[in-house]
């Protein structure tokens, strides 16, 4: 595929994965593609089921390897188009593949997600026609799921091309619909819903801060420290009364030193704890070692 | 010290790290995988309640609901649906409703193949509600409004709430504690754990979560995992303290400040371990030198 | 039965187990009259407030960051957090247009966190132009990049190449939709380095895309050192994680929660070590940095303006948890009598 990198224009950069527009060499990937996408879906319906599992082990394994020496290889230097070693060879072949392989990703969560949304409609719709209990909530939800993609749609088309810009100065029907459900209707449900949070916060502190041992006792007093060093009036008042006495007895020196001192550490013990469960968890899903987990 | 400039020793430092973590669990997969009586796991109170809690739920005849985080498909989804498939088998077996919400459509499909292969696996195929695994909605407060709609409406006597949440986490757990569930929860975000802490019967800590599995099925694999795991932890704990040490021994080191030409004690980053992690060519030059 | 239970209920056992409807009610006066009462009041109600070290280093980079240089703004927050987020965006906006530093902005983390950022704009706009400042321009003085939905992706590309990370992105100039590129914000921008700032907005866990893939060089503005062009602007509940990087040298300045806004707002009236400030905020690290504020303009607002109901919220907190502790022990005392 030389020839077609060689006559190609700099922009876009021309690789093994695409071709330029409307041309043989082009259409000639698109056909091998389909053939060995077709030919691989027909012999995973027909793999013997004692076959599967290889199958699945081995695309897993390839698939994570990708990643793996995507990570480790050197990188080319700055500038670099064309190779002029193995390694260099290797980086911009990486390099090149990376969006196909992210692209993979991305059209796969796609289709995933007309499944998702699959779940949604029949699951609602049966409720719907069946009139079953709370019917007009599912009424709403797909009501809101068709007015939302005609608006989405519609506003999507005029702002192709020059016409995002142009939107920003004069919004048209369309703009001005999806605004008004986007903006002006989710936006501030979703506000709505976070703001629940307050109230959930003060009836599980309530709940949940009593001195039943030792333990909880301490919890509670440096929870109290933290929660009042954020009230700057009070911090201001007792860190004056505190100041001709000892710097170290300010409330805001305290409270520093339970963040810089206790809770930065304890959250980054955490989080290596976190980190190196993942990476166990990655490598027995990228071996294949798990078999179904818990399950059985 | 400029040797410490590279670039390459943090990359080596790093490498040696992970290879060694990596060797561990390992090691140890294939060390328990030998062992007759398996390898030793502490108790971990949180998953002791899974059992009570569908038995609770199986008593009042009400679903379990499992929510797995509003991540993506990743290693963490992956454990909590693998917990989730536990949960699952036990409610199953008692012919107990379950509820999974999902807020990714890629964990939702995943979700589906693991719940419908567990009541397969059982022979209870015919218990399999197609509805009872659910994509609800991947905008976070819809998806939290959804759940809460769930919890409310179906009266859910068990829940569990574990994998990647955020700010909707109060949400849920304080919405099931207002209707008596019984909630196990875990969230790999340490700034939500506080919250579950508050408003929920047991709560999994950080790496907890990765023991799960282990901790309930005592597979071979996963248990000695867990141990390579944990050695790997050391692993990290002696990186730091050889941090702790280096830095310490270099406070009563001097220098000659390039500017100035006096005596000084070093800066903090011109210590070893600060250089090693930031590498910089022009360190240690004059101002005037570097500006060039 | 469950009437004659109730009937026999101490104080303490009442004490200890008040209705959730009780305490949602009593919130929701408590936090509606302080607004409204901090509304009316005006400045008559600036509580005072002592910037930390943290907030302090922020202020003092983004007050020397130089003229005309361009800062990056990735605002990744929308309406739902404006109650902390919002202020923290006006109090930047507000010193980056008085210094007549541009910037550009947009997100990696919301599609619609670009037009709450670009409301907040013409707000502070307006702000200016009712009070004769000069009129801060789209395209000339700062842009708008819109949404990039991989995050990672583009923070990457980002640290690689500037020049291509917004490839395609075109904003309003005078003359129409333009190729951002040919806007004064970006035109000399040509590598990461180039920008003034980095500042990242958020109420998620952005700020980690960021440290993961971005990597400046240190700087020096003048005689004021930088050694991380990267700085943070984070919510309340997202603070205790991001600390571990600001403590780790990893962020310039990190300003956290409502609480930060009103120590940006307090640092904009008093400057940092600043005689000609109305009080003064010391910054204990170093004593002979001083920095000005701008006595006399709109620096105390929507910080200052929620500060009295962040401090009503936090007593009505407390007060519930010490009325909880004091009803259970009420309640265990009164049973040890019976027995």
């Known amino acids: ?41 027909i012999g995973l319906l027909f793999a013997p089921t004692r076959m599967r599992r290889p199958i699945v082990v081995t695309f897993t394994f390839l698939a994570g390897l990708f990643w793996m020496v995507q990570w480790l290889w050197p990188r080319a230097g700055e500038g670099v188009t064309e190779p002029t070693n193995a390694t260099e060879g290797v980086a911009l072949w990486l390099k090149d593949a990376l969006p196909v392989v992210t692209d993979f990703a991305n059209i ?38 068709v007015i939302m993609m005609i608006f989405g749609y519609a506003d999507w088309l005029t702002r192709l091309g020059e016409g995002a810009a142009k939107v920003e100065l004069v919004p048209g029907f369309w703009n001005r619909g999806r605004d008004l459900l986007f903006d002006g209707m989710l936006q501030q449900m979703d506000a709505a819903m976070f703001s629940l949070i307050a109230f959930f916060i003060l009836s599980a502190a309530y709940r949940a801060f009593r001195i039943r041992s030792i333990e909880s006792t301490i919890l509670l007093s440096t929870a109290l420290i933290v929660m009042i060093s954020i009230m700057g009036a009070i911090v201001f008042m007792l860190d004056s009364a505190a100041a001709p006495v000892s710097n170290n007895l300010k409330l805001s020196e305290i409270a520093g030193w339970i963040t ?26 990228w071996l294949s070692l798990d078999r179904g987990g818990v399950s059985g | ?55 609770r739920s199986t008593e009042m005849g009400k679903p379990v609901l499992m929510v797995p985080g509003i991540g993506g498909l990743n290693a963490i989804s992956v454990q909590a649906l693998n917990i989730f498939a536990y949960v699952t088998r036990t409610a199953a077996r008692f012919a107990n409703p379950i509820r999974l919400c999902c807020a990714d459509a890629a964990v939702y499909t995943v979700a589906q193949e693991i719940i419908s292969d567990v009541y397969n696996k059982e022979g209870l195929a015919d218990r399999y509600d197609q509805d009872s695994v659910r994509f609800v909605s991947d905008r976070q407060f819809a998806f939290a409004a959804g759940v809460s709609g769930i919890i409310l409406r179906e009266q859910t006597a068990a829940t569990f709430f574990l994998g990647e949440f955020f700010a909707e986490s109060l949400i849920f757990a304080e919405t099931a504690n207002s209707i008596g569930a019984i ?14 802490i508050a408003a929920c019967d047991y709560v999994l800590i950080g790496d907890e979560f990765y023991a799960a599995s282990a901790y309930l099925s005592r597979e071979p694999v996963l248990v000695g995992s867990l141990v390579g795991q944990d050695i790997g932890k050391i692993l990290i704990a002696g990186y730091v303290l050889l941090g702790v040490a280096f830095n310490s021994a270099q406070q009563f080191e001097r220098t000659t400040d390039p500017d100035t030409q006096t005596s000084r004690p070093l800066k903090s980053d011109e210590r070893l371990m600060y250089m090693i992690f930031n590498p910089d060519p022009n360190r240690g030059k004059p101002k005037e030198e570097e500006e060039k | 039965m469950a009437d004659l239970a109730q009937e026999e209920r101490t104080f303490g056992e009442k004490l200890q187990s008040l209705p959730r409807q009780v305490l949602y009610l009593i919130l929701i006066v408590v936090i509606s009259a302080s607004v409204i009462a901090s509304k009316f009041a005006g400045p008559a109600l600036v509580l005072p407030n002592k910037p930390g070290n943290n907030a302090i280093e922020f202020y003092a980079t983004v007050m020397n960051v130089p003229e005309g240089s361009t800062v990056a703004i990735q605002s990744d927050w929308t309406n739902s957090t404006r109650g902390e987020s919002a202020g923290q965006l006006e109090s930047l906006l507000r010193i980056l247009m008085r210094r007549n530093v541009k910037f550009m902005v947009y997100s990696l983390a919301d599609p619609q966190a670009p037009q709450v950022a670009r409301d907040t704009i013409a707000r502070i706009t307006l702000e200016r132009k009712l009070k004769g400042e000069r009129e ?42 333009r190729d951002v590129y040919q806007s004064p914000v970006l035109k000399n921008i040509q590598t990461l380095d180039d920008l003034g700032l980095y500042i990242n907005i958020t109420a998620s866990k952005t700020i980690d895309v960021l440290i993961e893939r971005l990597k400046f060089k240190p700087a020096r503005f003048g005689d004021f050192e930088v050694k991380n062009k990267l700085g943070s602007m984070c919510t309340g509940v997202m603070g205790p994680e991001t600390v571990n990087y600001y403590s780790a040298g990893l962020l310039f300045g990190l300003v956290v929660g409502l609480n930060g806004v009103v120590e940006m707002e307090t640092l904009m009236e008093n400057g940092v070590n600043w005689p000609e400030g109305k009080k003064t905020v010391e910054y204990a690290k170093d004593k002979q940095l001083v920095v000005p504020g701008w006595t006399g303009k709109q620096n105390y607002a929507r910080g200052t303006s929620y500060y009295f109901a962040l401090h009503t919220g936090m007593a009505l907190l407390i007060l519930a948890v010490l009325a909880g502790n004091i009803g259970m022990w009420l309640a265990r005392s009164g049973k040890g009598k019976n027995a």
Do not use: C
């Open chain 1, 1 to 41: 595929m030389n020839f077609l990198i060689a006559q190609a224009p700099a922009t876009p950069p021309l690789n093994f994965w695409n071709g330029d527009n409307a041309t043989a060499g082009l259409w000639i990937k698109i056909i091998i593609g389909l053939v060995l996408g077709f030919a691989l879906m």
């Open chain 1, 108 to 145: 796969l969560t796609a289709f995933l997600l007309g499944l998702g949304i699959y779940s949604l409609v029949s699951i609602h719709g049966k409720r719907l026609i069946k009139k079953q209990t709370d019917w007009v909530f599912s009424g709403i939800l797909l009501l809101s799921i």
């Open chain 1, 260 to 285: 810089g001192s206790l809770q930065t550490p304890a959250i980054r013990a955490i989080n290596f704890g976190v980190g190196v469960g993942a990476l166990a968890m990655g490598i027995r899903l």
């Open chain 2, 1 to 55: 010290m400029q040797w410490a400039d590279t670039g390459w020793i943090n990359i080596l430092f790093v490498l040696v790290l992970i290879t060694a973590m990596l060797t561990m669990i390992l090691t140890n997969i294939k060390r328990s995988k030998a062992s007759r009586e398996g390898l030793y796991i502490r108790r971990i109170a949180g998953l002791n309640a899974i059992d009570e809690a569908i038995g």
């Open chain 2, 183 to 196: 909630q196990v929860a875990s969230s790999t975000e340490t700034t939500q754990t506080p919250f579950f």
């Open chain 3, 136 to 177: 801060y321009k789209r395209w000339d003085d700062w842009i708008s990049l819109g949404f990039f939905p991989n995050g990672e992706g583009t923070a990457k590309s980002i640290q690689s190449d500037i020049r291509k990370a917004f490839k395609g992105k075109r904003d309003v100039s005078p003359e129409g939709p």
